[in-house]
């Protein structure tokens, strides 16, 4: 960086003396901007004290004190008096403005922006798969024979017409969640299971029981089945049942006694 002639310097001025205690200690007006962050331009119109060619009067009176302080002088001191100087006189050129632009080293590259975009998307994949996983119709009931739940291939099936309950007598009971639904089932007061079934789950309840009985709060997320047969939810509505025969022949009469929901007229 070539710099000014000698004859433009007044040692005595605020610009000499920051030009002098500059040489002084060997450095040059680039290793000042890299040390103050000031552009080289800004820099030699404080030397040559062109305060008119900078920005504005905040701007002067903080790069003398920034250049001051870096070359070891009083800053506060020159600031000061280069305010009391040109104070709120000053009229500036008619020169756009110039400011430093931004460190290309402190900006994060675009690559390494795209590189997090891409980790995000991929950590909210995971996520979802994991959670479609949680409760899959695989996923084995706590207390319940791995023989009794196997779950029907179909997740929705429409229920079979009502069978005559003395025709499914002693055909095997299962239960299918078609949503998140705890339930306890017991015979003769001792529970055969209580817990949460997932969606998928199936429960089948055990042929030996001889009085099996249902207690949950969520009745219109259980299907019943009957010997193969899909009877459709135990109830249409939300509500706490208790005491509820899972003998097939009672099911059969309950399904039986369910009104039948009147179509709904399609939403425009």
């Known amino acids: 960086m070539d710099e000014p002639p000698e004859e433009q310097f007044d040692d005595a001025s605020i610009g000499g003396q920051l030009r002098r205690a500059r040489e ?10 890299s040390q103050t962050r000031i552009p080289v331009r800004h820099l030699q119109h404080v030397e040559q004290e062109e305060w008119d060619a900078l920005p504005a009067v905040t701007y002067c009176v903080g790069f003398v004190r920034a250049y ?8 506060a001191e020159l600031s ?28 994060p590259p675009k690559s ?13 994949l995971g996520y979802l798969i994991w959670r479609s996983t949680l409760g899959g119709p695989d996923e084995p009931i706590p207390g319940v024979p791995p023989a009794e739940q196997a779950a029907p291939s179909a997740q929705q099936q429409a229920p079979a017409p009502p069978a005559p309950a003395a025709s499914v007598a002693g ?3 299962m239960l299918r969640a078609t949503g998140e639904v705890w ?20 429960y089948q309840v055990p042929p030996q029981a ?10 219109q997320m259980l299907r019943v089945g009957i010997g193969g047969r899909d009877l459709g939810p135990l109830e ?14 009672e099911l059969a009469r309950r399904g039986q006694a369910q009104p039948v929901p009147a179509p709904q007229p399609p939403t425009p």
Do not use: C, W
């Open 68 to 75: 001051a302080n870096m070359v070891g002088l009083d800053g």
């Open 236 to 249: 249409p509505v939300e509500r706490t049942v208790d005491n509820v025969s899972l003998r097939a022949e």
């Open 171 to 173: 055909q095997p009971v």
């Open 210 to 219: 001889q009085a099996p009985m249902l207690r949950t709060g969520r009745p």
């Open 24 to 33: 002084a200690r060997g450095l040059s007006l680039d290793d000042v901007a």
């Open 80 to 107: 000061r008096q280069l305010r009391d100087r040109i104070g709120g006189t000053r009229t500036r050129a008619a020169t756009p403005d110039y400011y430093e632009p931004a460190d290309p080293a402190r900006v």
């Open 112 to 124: 390494l922006a795209i590189i997090a975009a891409a980790l995000a998307a991929l950590l909210i």
């Open 183 to 202: 339930l306890r089932v017991s015979d003769g007061g001792a529970a055969l299971f209580e817990g949460i079934l997932m969606p998928g789950q199936v």
